[in-house]
């Protein structure tokens, strides 16, 4: 494919969310509470590019596709602007930054925020430490370690959305379907991943030891 | 118990519908705005409404709210028996059947009533009020409905002296109704209930029309509860029985998820959904957020229901 095809293809797919908001609010399409609409438009967003994200590793285990290994980065990054997005609408627009009224609903415990609010600083820590520059002098293995929780960024902020949904997503109740179906990709997607490095391992195994093998 | 006249305005206050604005034309400058407050997170200021103004006085509730508009009243409506998707119902519950309707009054009553919706407001006079609308969800409207307070067709049943509450049950239609065959979890058909004195109150009201037409299918046609105190669950959509019965009544989404909806189910900002606060709401057509108030601003005319319970027990 052309270099210019493959750049809009990255960019375009992280994009797209955003400017199908800004088309439905131009043409009116939005819902009589538009705010919800954007807060819930802005975290699907984040969590969808984090999906894609997750995805371009094992995608990339195919070897026509390698190129796309970097693009986890790109899209983990789009991720983490949604998520900032999402935050910024819940605390200026939503709350209009009436920290007495959020830190109600904080106090209060509400599991919901708390998982929203762990998966952003987990987001934040690995846009943070994405630069090169940082990487190297984080040394390959402690990066490394601490991008591998962009799979618990994934697991909490999939939970946050859960919670946050209409109906009882864990009784099959409500308007579960779209929970349900993430829930799905993500785990599958992580399982790509321990599945590949479990078998890799064994492998690893039986060549080291091809005496018993044999 | 002191009885409580509610405020009404003359059928001339009434807005025609065409001087408000244009449910595009609302939801566009909102949509945008909150777009615009987005979009300009680098310089953040207080969304400033969209001009919305009409050019003629809109109703207003006694707290000097404006009614919200009839377009979006009508376009974001919870009725899982049409979807779960709010503003998917107003399409799916074109063609539902309404005429005839039949509603029985029956149960524990000396005189068991079957009436057809036209004997219904044939027989009872009409009468307007402007009532608040708080969801569980955490969003409210300002709604002028028509229709009867329910005690008047109580007592023309005249309950019996065992009858200590009200039970509601809703059509059913799967048929016509797909989310009857679609969402199996749930017992259908939707039922509701109040106690006697709750449902003898003067605020609760059995309503056939919005904004002096008659009322839409997706709004609970031909005739619903309104329950204005509590969450809008409670006010049940498209009644074709109520019931004087002894015991307190099963109730669908308290029968769902017992501990996320209560029976009672009073507007309470200090008594939080297990999931989120119920402390603020987003009224339809503003911005931001409003503090709940207790029982939704009428705990002048209820409190007295609930004296000495726990409200935190008796949500």
């Known amino acids: ?214 | 118990m002191s009885r409580f006249r509610y405020p009404q305005p003359p059928p001339s206050e009434i807005t025609p519908e065409h001087v408000y604005l244009s449910r595009r034309d609302w939801l566009k400058a909102v949509g945008l705005a909150v777009g615009t407050a987005a979009l300009a997170a680098c310089a953040p200021r207080a969304l400033k409404p969209a001009s919305t103004a009409p050019a003629e006085p809109v109703p207003h509730d006694e707290l000097g709210d404006p009614a919200t508009p009839y377009d979006i009243v009508t376009s974001y409506n919870n009725y899982y028996e049409f979807s779960t998707d709010k503003r998917a119902v107003a399409d799916r519950a074109q063609g539902f059947p309404t005429d005839p309707w039949t509603i029985e009054i029956t149960g524990l009553v000396h005189e068991p009533l079957t009436l057809g919706l036209e004997d219904l407001l044939k027989r009872f006079p009409q009468e307007e009020r402007i009532y608040r609308l708080r969801c569980v969800e955490g969003w409210s409207a300002v709604i002028p409905w028509q229709g009867v307070p329910l005690a008047t067709l109580l007592k023309a049943a005249q309950p019996k002296a065992e009858a200590r509450f009200v039970r509601f049950v809703a059509v059913y239609d799967p048929e016509h109704m797909p989310g009857q065959r679609n969402y199996q979890t749930f017992p259908w058909p939707y039922t509701e209930g109040l106690r006697l004195d709750e449902a003898m109150h003067d605020l609760t009201f059995m309503a056939t029309g919005l904004y002096g037409k008659p009322l839409p299918v997706q709004n609970g046609a031909p005739l619903r509860l309104v329950v204005p105190w509590k969450y809008g669950f409670k006010s049940i959509k498209a009644v074709v029985r109520i019931e004087l019965v002894a015991e307190q009544p099963a109730t669908l989404w308290n029968t769902v998820a017992p501990n996320e909806y209560g029976f009672y189910a009073n507007v309470n900002p200090q008594v939080d959904h297990p999931r989120w606060s119920q402390a603020t709401e987003r009224r339809l057509g503003e911005p931001g957020r409003r503090p709940t108030l207790m029982f939704n601003g009428y705990e002048e005319q209820v409190a007295a229901l609930y004296a000495g319970m726990d409200l935190e027990k008796h949500y």
Do not use: C
Not at chain 1, 56 to 61: M, S, V
Not at chain 1, 107 to 119: D, E, F, T
Not at chain 1, 148 to 169: D, E, F, P, S, T
Not at chain 1, 175 to 189: K, Q
């Open chain 1, 1 to 214: 494919m052309r270099a210019w095809a493959l750049t809009l293809l990255r960019h375009g797919v992280a994009w797209w969310p955003l400017a199908a908001l800004l088309l439905d609010a131009w043409l009116g399409r939005l819902s009589p509470n538009p705010i919800q609409d954007w807060t819930q438009r802005t975290g699907r967003a984040a969590l969808t590019m984090l999906a894609f994200s997750l995805s371009a590793t094992p995608l990339a285990w195919w070897r026509p596709l390698r190129w796309l290994k970097p693009w986890r980065r790109t899209w983990g990054l789009y991720a983490f602007a949604y998520a900032v997005l999402h935050v910024y609408l819940f605390v200026g627009v939503d709350y209009g930054w009436r920290w007495d009224w959020l830190w109600d609903e904080v106090l209060r415990q509400k599991p919901y925020i708390w998982l929203g609010a762990a998966a952003w600083l987990i987001l934040a820590a690995l846009a943070a430490t994405s630069p090169r520059r940082v990487a190297r002098r984080l040394g390959a293995r402690r990066w490394k370690a601490l991008h591998r929780a962009v799979y618990v960024a994934a697991g909490v902020a999939w939970w946050h959305q859960a919670l946050a949904a209409k109906g009882n997503a864990f009784a099959l109740q409500g308007d579960v379907g779209r929970v349900w179906r993430y829930g799905i990709v993500i785990a599958a997607l992580l399982a790509a991943r321990v599945g590949r490095w479990g078998w890799l391992r064994w492998r690893a195994a039986r060549r080291a030891s091809p005496a018993q093998a044999g």
